[in-house]
């Protein structure tokens, strides 16, 4: 049985793809999932406390994400309040712009980091005490996951093609920073019907 070349040609575009591709993530789609997956009050990242309680809290909001000397660059703007409630609020409290800087890696299948360093413009205790807490907690608890938005892209894509395609074994195996985005090193399967 002979298949004609229009209906292969698909088919040996997607091989290439399935041999470890490269999956670039520009840097605005990164903001979008950031922003889906953890600026999700009112466009804020609690890292301590809520909004409900306004003399112990800590957020960061506003973040804007690129490179940096082969480093993903993240700024944003941090507000947080260490106080006592006595009617007012009596503490240590700021609100100021930081740049945190980290070099991507994977961390069970998403996207983490390491080598995390903080910059502020401004310098003080309470300042410090940021710096030193957001290194830790976003190399501990920070991860974004990238599976689910490949499998959402693919479907995507998949319904504008006129053949039953299906997706799967997706392992993401490396990270590089360019200029433009994170390119992803990814393996996954695609089964062309």
Known sequence: MRVPAARLLPAILL?????????????????????????????????????????????????????ENGRLRVAARFSGRQALNLGVCVGLGDSFDLTLTAVPFVRSGAVAFRDIQVTTTRNSYYVRRVRTALMSSMGKDFKIEVEDQAKKLFEQMRGQSPYPVEFGGFNLSDIRVTAEGLVLVVDFRVVVK
């Open 15 to 67: 091989i290439p793809l399935c041999a470890g591709a490269d999956l670039e993530l520009r840097y605005t789609f990164i903001e979008r999932i950031v922003g889906e997956q953890f600026f999700t009050q009112e466009g804020r990242l609690y890292v301590r406390g809520n909004k409900t309680n306004r003399c112990q809290f800590a957020f960061l909001e506003a973040p804007h994400i690129g490179a």
